[in-house]
T-cell receptor
Framework: GAVVSQHPSRVICKSGTSVKIECRSL??????MFWYRQFPKQSLMLMAT?????????EQGVEKDKFLINHASLTLSTLTVTSAHPEDSSFYIC?????????????FGEGSRLTVL | QKEVEQDPGPLSVPEGAIVSLNCTYS??????FMWYRQYSRKGPELLMY????GNKEDGRFTAQVDKSSKYISLFIRDSQPSDSATYLC????????????FGAGTRLFVKA
């Protein structure tokens, strides 16, 4: 099956620093990747859609300057939380749609837990 | 009204019970229906994928789609404590560029 690797799985940082999270599709190419945020006991909240070679599309209410997304290749997208604050602490999950797949089927990474002190 | 409605639970059942998880939706353009399982502090894992109406079975899991009623179900037979997780329904269609819409997720507890 399709495998999506997300790294790091857990990160703790000081307030004001920036944190980068990587999402890689290991055995397939992904023209589209998605980034979500999930609070405890809540569902996935789509933050942005990342398209290879173009700018990300952000959902309403998500600050694009705060959450920088780069999708430089068909197998890698990165999310950088800039100048992180305690309220940015959350579980961030990426998903990827295989290239040429137009059914909405998605494969998820394992998630990254960010704690900002 | 949300596009996809799913009871968040929690749902608690004894080991061996048949579990029924459901979602309703409002967008008749949805054609692809998925169920994901998410363990605590992990990413969602694709369980079942169904196109259009009908049933699909995989081991102890059966997915049903009734497009006329805009209702989908996931049945788990002989439930096990290891099935305890959050189950998210998801769906997409040609309208909206196959954007995947998720339900809120139902938390399931299977008691030994």
């Amino acid at each position: 099956g399709a495998v999506v690797s997300q790294h790091p799985s857990r990160v703790i940082c000081k307030s004001g620093t920036s944190v980068k999270i990587e999402c890689r599709s290991l055995d397939f190419q992904a023209t589209t990747m998605f980034w979500y945020r999930q609070f405890p006991k809540q569902s996935l909240m789509l933050m942005a859609t990342s398209n290879e070679g173009s700018k990300a599309t952000y959902e309403q209410g998500v600050e694009k300057d705060k959450f920088l997304i780069n999708h430089a290749s068909l197998t890698l997208s990165t999310l950088t939380v800039t100048s992180a604050h305690p309220e940015d602490s959350s579980f961030y999950i990426c998903s990827a749609r295989p290239r040429g797949e137009n059914t909405g089927e998605l494969f998820f990474g394992e998630g990254s837990r960010l704690t900002v002190l | 009204q949300k596009e996809v409605e799913q009871d968040p639970g929690p749902l608690s059942v004894p080991e061996g019970a048949i579990v029924s998880l459901n979602c309703t939706y409002s967008n008749s353009a949805f054609q692809y229906f998925m169920w994901y399982r998410q363990y605590s502090r992990k990413g969602p894992e694709l369980l079942m994928y169904t196109y259009s109406s009908g049933n699909k079975e995989d081991g102890r899991f059966t997915a049903q789609v009734d497009k006329s009623s805009k209702y989908i179900s996931l049945f788990i037979r002989d439930s096990q404590p290891s099935d305890s997780a959050t189950y998210l329904c998801a769906m997409s269609g040609r309208t909206g560029g196959f954007k995947t819409i998720f339900g809120a997720g139902t938390r399931l507890f299977v008691k030994a």
